[in-house]
């Protein structure tokens, strides 16, 4: 259960062995004697009250993420925590706004850290990482709790909190934007120089939220993996349980596992080298079909894979549809592991029945049908029809984060930039392609739409694959460079790990591009490969 969330983290290690961004170009230290670590008086944001306020010179060393998700960053130099706590009168809410703010070798700049899951904010792990690379950094628990903490959902008479879900959703992340930077001008005496938002998955939709309704927030947005589209998405992956009850087959996880690794087989060499690497997705047409009959070895036993199997995993790569059969949003992509949101299990008496990722199964019990113990597996094809279009009615306006219009962050001269792995599990990747095509069209094209907005995809890798999971990028040294400097990034330097296990190195190509074998070279070095538009644009 762990490693599940674990890959829903909000950009940043959890152990101290993975990546961390370094955005490194040109920092400005402090000079002088530290600032005294104290609260200091700032105005509360629009809207809101101060209910506490408290100051704590931390000794730095290594930190230890709180709360189920854990990890730890080490060598973290000392620092002031300050921390505030706010309420919107008359919704009885309670927000936290911590602030790590470095006694020494400040940067001058500052970044905000996003969520996971159910959690708006960081444990610690990625303050740490933030104070580590010399930035002042802010986080917010909105008022909503741990990864998995949903006991806020709904109040005492069976009906959604619709102020801490306004607080999840968006205006929790404004509020930290304005409070933590007037932290920073109090505690240093100056402003920063630059302003950045980093997050991925939950972390990743509260970095577009910024962009869409807070514009000005923030010079730079990191937003990775990005749970945008939320009212539509978080249905969508409830889908492959609702096939697999329906059609009454679950495939076990070595049976997903051999449908994977049969269409990352056929479609390797789309990019015309047989490297372990399925560089456009979307071009893969592998039918599952043509595993029907093959025997797999599962426990020490042996397994034949039923067209009832092909059937389930066809409908789940296609993703959900309408009993009439109107598509209503994309699968799991070919290639990710199925077992993440297809997941089951066997009783002993031999019944063996769907296990639901939590983050699907809560919203449609708490927001959906505010019953914490409605059983998902009575859930039909119709039924979920209508779930899906209830959360849109309900909750598009509120947490959708799917607005293309981006003209306002265009304007004020920030710069967004995200990737996504090609094979994730939990956000179907194809939900961020279509956002960033709907853009375009509201920008007026692609070249003014990479002015300011850049997508990377990765090969093979898993949500929020690239902090450290499934290889590794630094987004953020590109997005400051960006930021800093104007220098575009036309790929995104990583390292990959593809089906053999391998540590490859591979330039992500800004979306349309993808990247092609040069037809010489060794294929483990990015320079072998180069950027071209596929097919049809």
């Not at 994977?260 to 979307?282: E, F, H, I, P, Q």
């Not at 036993?301 to 993703?319: C, P, S």
């Amino acid at each position: 259960m762990k490693r599940v969330l674990t890959v829903l983290a909000a950009g940043v290690p959890l152990v101290a062995a993975v990546c961390l961004p370094t955005a490194s170009a040109e920092p400005r230290p402090s000079a002088g004697a530290p600032p005294a670590c104290t609260a200091p008086a700032v105005q509360a944001p629009p809207g809101t009250e101060v209910v506490s306020a408290a100051a704590d010179s931390r000794a730095g060393g290594t930190i230890h993420g709180a709360g189920y998700l854990g990890g730890e960053v080490p060598d973290v130099p000392a620092f002031c925590e300050v921390t505030f706590t706010l309420t919107h009168p008359g919704d009885g809410d309670h927000a936290t706004v911590r602030t790590w703010l470095p006694l020494t070798a400040w940067n001058g700049r500052f970044q905000a850290v996003g969520g996971t899951a159910f959690s708006a904010g960081d444990n610690g792990v990625g303050l740490g990482a933030a104070v580590k690379n010399g930035y002042a950094a802010t986080t917010t628990d909105a008022g909503v709790g741990d990864v998995l903490d949903t006991g806020w959902v709904l109040n005492g008479k069976g009906q959604v909190n619709t102020a801490l879900l306004k607080n999840f959703a968006s205006r929790s992340q404004h509020e930290a934007a304005i409070l933590g930077k007037a932290v920073v001008n109090s505690f240093y005496g100056k402003r920063a120089a630059f302003s950045y938002f980093t997050g991925c998955s939950t972390g990743g939709r509260e970095g577009y939220m910024e962009a869409e309704r807070y514009p000005d927030d923030y010079d730079g947005i990191l937003a990775d993996a990005p749970a945008i589209n939320w009212d539509k998405y978080v249905v969508a992956t409830l889908w492959p349980q609702v096939v697999m009850n329906n059609e009454r087959t679950y495939p076990t996880d070595c049976e997903f596992k051999a449908f994977t690794d049969a269409a990352v087989t056929a479609c390797d060499k789309l990019d015309g080298l047989k490297d372990g690497l399925v560089d456009d997705v979307s071009r893969c047409d592998f039918d599952p079909r043509r595993l029907i009959g093959t025997k797999v070895t599962c426990d020490g036993g042996k397994l034949t894979i039923t067209a009832a199997d092909a059937e389930v995993v066809r409908k789940i790569w296609d993703g959900p549809r309408t009993a009439s059969g109107r598509k209503l949003w994309s699968g799991v992509p070919i290639g990710a592991d199925l077992s993440g949101l297809a997941g089951s299990t066997t009783d002993t008496d031999g019944t063996t029945k769907g296990v639901p990722f939590q983050v699907p199964a809560a919203w449609t019990q708490l927001f959906l049908k505010k019953d914490p113990s409605f059983d998902l597996s009575t859930i039909t094809y119709r039924d979920f029809t209508t779930l899906f279009e209830q959360s849109e009615a309900e909750y598009g306006k509120i947490i959708g984060t799917g607005d293309p219009d981006l003209s306002a962050f265009r304007k004020s001269g920030g710069k967004l930039i995200t990737w996504q792995g090609s094979a994730d599990q939990y956000i179907p990747t194809q939900g961020t392609v279509r956002y960033r095509t709907r853009v375009e069209r509201e920008t007026g094209g692609s070249s003014r739409t990479d002015g300011f907005y850049r997508l990377f995809l990765a090969p093979n890798t898993a949500h929020c694959g690239l902090d450290g999971l499934d290889g590794s990028a630094d987004g953020l040294a590109a997005l400051t460079g960006w930021v800093e400097h104007g220098k575009a990034p036309a790929t995104l330097p990583a390292v990959l790990i593809n089906a053999g296990g391998e540590r490859v190195e591979r330039d992500l190509c800004a979306y349309p591009g993808v990247s092609r074998y040069k037809g010489e070279g060794d294929p483990a070095l990015a320079s072998s490969f180069r950027c071209v538009l596929p097919p049809g644009h």
